[in-house]
């Protein structure tokens, strides 16, 4: 049995519900409320001691980290396949991987502001302080910080705003080379970036997912939208109309 603790518009939960869907394997989802903080309770942390979504308890054993859960479950249910067949691009897939994790930060910039922030801004002191207590890891503890009491610039957003269009020249030079990002199949590695040109595209920077700016990424991007699973991941909106 597969239970996913996971939220709808977290980047890391749709990447595995993307895996889930393209499997298509049925499993039971669980609604965190990251605005109430409860990835921090002691009950969420015995199952991601890192404190963040999402989480996938498989026959009762627990796993966290977006980007292994999707590995761990291509490799226990194999079909239909999510890597590639060959060590080289397996290795290329991981990097993609990796790459975008690094890239968290440049999104949590533009996502925060919208829910999360209105709650942390709202809390006194001693109540950001208690909250701040419960995170597990400094580099969390600073972004909450940030949107409750210091929200980020026009100058961070603008910077963040430029490394997620460096994401899609990377993505464009390597779509040049391979149909996908990760040699001839559409993999894991793929699977990573779609929630982040999904808010590049509709908030971040439109016009650069545009066939205008970088061409094969658009036809990347519309390939990505025809796949039944995409529909069936709800990768909807991340900010209501
Ligand atoms: N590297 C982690 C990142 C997970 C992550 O950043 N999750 C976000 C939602 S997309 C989260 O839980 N944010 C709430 C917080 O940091 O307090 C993964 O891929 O699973």
Request: with cysteine; proline share 7%; charged share 30%.
């Amino acid at each position: 049995m597969l239970v996913l603790h996971h939220a709808w518009r977290s980047s890391a939960s749709r990447r595995v519900r993307l895996c889930l869907e393209e499997k298509g394997l049925a499993y039971e989802g669980h609604v965190v409320d990251l605005a109430k903080m409860e990835h921090h309770s002691p009950e969420y942390l015995k199952i991601n001691p890192n404190g963040v979504i999402p989480a996938l308890i498989h026959d009762g054993r627990p796993l966290y980290e977006s980007g292994t859960i999707c590995e761990y479950l291509d490799e226990v249910f194999p079909d239909p396949p999510l890597s590639p067949d060959n060590a080289y691009d397996r290795a290329a897939m991981r990097n993609w991987v990796r790459h975008v994790d690094e890239r968290i930060h440049n999104l949590i910039i533009f996502n925060w502001r919208h829910d999360l922030q209105k709650v942390a801004e709202k809390w006194t002191d001693a109540e950001l302080e208690a909250h701040l207590e419960k995170i597990p890891s400094k580099e969390r503890r600073e972004a909450w910080l940030r949107v409750a009491r210091r929200p980020y610039t026009e100058e961070e957003r603008a910077g963040a705003r430029a490394k997620l269009v460096e994401l899609l020249d990377r993505m464009e030079a390597a779509l040049g080379k391979t149909a996908w990002l990760a040699g001839s199949r559409y993999t894991i590695a793929d699977i990573a970036v779609v929630p982040f040109v999904k808010r590049i595209e509709e908030e971040i920077a439109p016009d650069q997912v545009a066939p205008s700016a970088h061409p094969r990424v658009a036809g990347w991007w519309a390939a990505i939208q025809a796949r039944p699973a995409f529909a069936r991941a709800s990768i909807g909106p991340f900010v209501d109309p």
